[in-house]
């Protein structure tokens, strides 16, 4: 919403200063987004004149101008603009003009070998409208040498508000005055249009037709004026729209437009000529068409309201008028109309057919409706000041008196709801100086809503209203006391899984990237996704068009880049939401990571101190468990199976599960038809980790650690190597051993795996260190032999693995 | 000179002539061994008459001590000479370069970092951390929390909607955290005090929005909290998150169909060369938006608005976590890019408490 002082204050009595008046706006809701000051922003563009234009020698699309700028030597100036021709006043910028909305500086300078001298420009060169066709044309008697901006009228600031959605009531100037008359800088002039009587009967008939459907008109209100002499409208009327943006085009409309920003009050002018018979107010039939305003054809449907004579459809209603019934220079009998529709219709329509205009946007907010018929008498009023006429009597079908709404106000609950107390003087003064009536005194009081007030409904509003008027700097900061429960945790368990997922991780020497919640169709079929339910209907973008079913995908691609800027090592990780179905319960939070390259858990990229070693299974495994340690998940339990999803290498992949139900993740080196798919390349390993699946831990009681039980007797350690076929694995040799003697065995860890000489092909020698706790004597070593033995026969029992000789 | 003087003398010679431990033992084998040559002077005073043994016992004895410490000595010396020889053998060149620890290479993104953060001061306060699905129905991101449908307000949202269902309803990616509100009035009796970090999304991409962003919200209800509390509470939040003795804020009435009265905040700074320092300088910066909760929203989750009541408030975590760590391209967060993650992400170590100081 934009105006001018001067307009303001054609409604608002004040001696406040500009930057008063801007401060209080934004201090009562009506946030300035910016004061512009054109005749200042333009200053340095000045009004010139085309004498000649030829064509370019060297250039077909562009012309040489020799420019009249007022200084008595005439300028030649290269020009490609189409419109740049012999006579045409213009806009001229000079070498040495700053362009602040394109950050560049004119110059002198040669333009396919022929000297240019300025340059003349358009509307959005210089960032002064969004015309970018042509270079700006002044009317005729535009005085050459003078800033443009102020021959255009543009030579006081404008304000520019930008409203939020709820306040109708301020899409007028009127209204953004009334509102700052309760602040006290000033008083709201209250010009209220004369009634109009007319002195003949309106010769076209109105009918609201809805049949059995919705109403979607509620009142409708028109008058003749006939006699009319259309025109362009008076230099003030134009001057104020041009200021606010707006084009004039002729005085019946202007002044249509004129009353829309003053009043926040559409009008639609029709040429009474081109009516044929009256008017019905209807749906649209599915398939009508309608020639707009806009010079474009729109085809309509039964949710659609519109104006129709006896030939068809005129106007859509509240949304814009048809070309067809449109006034200009000949019109001499005029229809005007003021009517009201409804909010949500037009909202629908507009966004259906992508209409945007000032009078949807302010029906679509809500209009007041007790203006409907003084807005007509003011449009009446000014079409006969502006084009002379004579005025009919007022057509109103319908009704357009608004249900009054009343709220019953206890003062206590200002106090209650925003914490701030105020006299019930200054209660009833603020509310009456917005238009509220408030009736009953003490301590409960009747509020009636105005009309202008949509928006306002029940006792928390009126609160707002005493809030933004008074201000909320008047509301007393109050301490806020922490509450019984506030030395509880407070978080979740997943939440706790999650921060301490990401800190291992990034301990770990990974980086924690956040990527986008979706991924292209292609990517996430890759990785096990790509369900309809889950494929947005309007993407941004097609490589964002599905919520991703793993991370991988994406850090896989983010490596890939980071290589491509010449990163080749890097090891990335993300913990985050990903996507099976679309419920809630389909939401699972994954912690993931990707290495690339030389990037190993124990350094990353090569060193001196050993050979350069890609990054394999193995890493990719020890993350996962890091996370998994990290996150609480019972060490002791897990399993790892191998192989994992499709998206990883079949025979360097494996799964962590606790039982085959519970699978908290998989780890290994990517497949390299993935990377393919992908356009990526490795090495490359990952790992996902599904925090939910951890279980959860069990409570306790107290926070006591179990019991420290150290063994009184030293532990002696024992090694075996077992020849076994290659396919054997080796965590079952591990657990062969260990189950022997659950209680005497207290490690088992693997130190050795070897093939090649000296080893049967197809088989491989696994080394195991097993480390025995005697528990209740030193052992003898009969006793470690014959356990020992028991070992070789077990190991060998569960995995054909014999001792090696 | 006597023959035991003369002994000594070639003893002591020999002894100081060995040039490594093998040496000495020769020397001392020959001296002091079984058949060694004071071994076998000692020998000597068996068959001594006890005249000729006081005279020549203590110059024998004295001989054997004197060249026994000397052969010590001498040890002791050869062994440190060949540590010092083993020692300068095994020097190593101290410049080469260590492996960089993975705990000082590994970064936790400025958005997890800032999380903590918030959890750290919010957690102090009694608030707990909810959370809620990103994808959501119409219902819980729209109007339940008052944005009746076909309201414009709707489209100041730019959503991203799912296809239809059968029965026609849309599901939709939620476009601000506060159907988590929604979640937790319906779930939890009053007292509430929540904080709510999420995803949030809206088909907006350009230099300052971007399809995913991230945002904070809290949210109190009980029968007595008002808009004095909720203006301290920011206050201290400002002070606390942004490290800072005092800050100054501006509270401008607005519109949001889930709170009335509606309030955004800006805070006062000075922008110094790309840096923002706030608690001084003349310029306003809108950091936030909250309001008291709107009885319809009240209602809508089952709670009487005349007997209940309460605030919220909603920030962006990015453009907080910009301003604060002054980091000026929000497109920026989500490139992946390990430059940038190394330079504005935080050491994992580097845990926020308020008793640490949160960026300490």
Redesign the interface.
Known sequence: MKFTLSWLKEHFDTVASLDEIVDKLTMIGLEVERVEDKAKEFEAFKVAQIITAEQHPNADRLRVCTVDNGTGTPLQIVCGAPNARAGLKTVLGLPGTYIPAKDITLAVGKIRGVESQGMMISGAEIGFSSDSDGIIELPADAPIGKPFAEVLGLNEPVIEINLTPNRSDCTSVNGIARDLGATLIGDYKENAPKRIAGTFPCPVKVTLDFGATHPLCPAFGLRLVRGVKNGPSPDWLQKRLTAIGLRPINALVDITNYITFDRGRPLHVFDAKKVKGNLTVRRAVNGETLKALDGKTYTLDAAMCVIADEKGVESLAGIMGGEESGCDENTIDVLIESALWDAVNIAQTGRKLGINTDARYRFERGVDPNFMIPGLDLATQMVIDLCGGEASEAVIAGDPTPKETIIDFPLSELPRLAGVKLSPVEIRRTLERLGFFAAGSGERIKVAVPSWRPDVHGRADIVEELVRIVGVDKVPSTPFPSGPDARKPVLTPIQVRTRKAKRALAARGLTEAVTWSFVSKREAELFGGGKPELALANPIAAELSDMRPSLLASLILSAQRNADRGYADVALFEVGQIFKGDKPEDQFTAASGVRRGLAKADGIGRHWSSAPKPVDVFDAKADAFAVLAAAGAPMQALQVVPGGPVWFHPGRSGTIQIGPQNILGHFGEMHPRILAALKADGPLAGFEVILENLPAAKAKPTRAKPLLELAAFQPVERDFAFVVESKVKAADIARAAQNVDKKLIVGVTVFDVYEGTGIEPGKKSVAIAVTIQPREKTMTDQEIDALAAKIVTEVGKRTGGALRG | MSDIAKLETELLSAVGAAKDEAALEAVRVSALGKSGLVSALLKTLGAMTPDERKAKGPAINGLKERITTEIAARKDALGMAALDARLASETVDVT??T??T??E?????P??QVI?EL?AI????????A?????ETDDYNFTKLNF??????R??HDT?????KPDGS??L?RTHTSPVQVRTMLTQKP?I?VIIPG?T?R???DQTHT??FHQVEGL?IDKT?????L???L?EFCKAFFEVDSVNMR?????FPFT?????VDIQCRRDKGEIRFGEGTDWLEILGCG?V??NVLRNCGLD?DEY?GFAWGMGIDRIAMLKYGINDLRA???????W??HY?F???D?PTLAGGLSA
């Open positions: 080469l370069p492996r960089e993975p705990a290479l590994g970064r936790v993104h958005i997890s903590d959890t919010f957690a102090d306060m009694g608030f707990a951390v959370e809620g699905p990103d994808i009746p449908e076909g309201h414009p307000a489209e100041m991203f909607y799912f296809p239809p849309r599901l990616l007292p005090r995803r999304y088909s907006d991409s399809p995913m109190v909290s008002h808009l004095g509390h203006k301290w509470i206050e509270f401008r009435p607005s519109f009335e009265p509606s309030m955004e008291m709107h009885p608005p009541q967060f989500f490139e992946a890019d390990v430059r993650l190394s992400g050491r994992p170590l845990f």
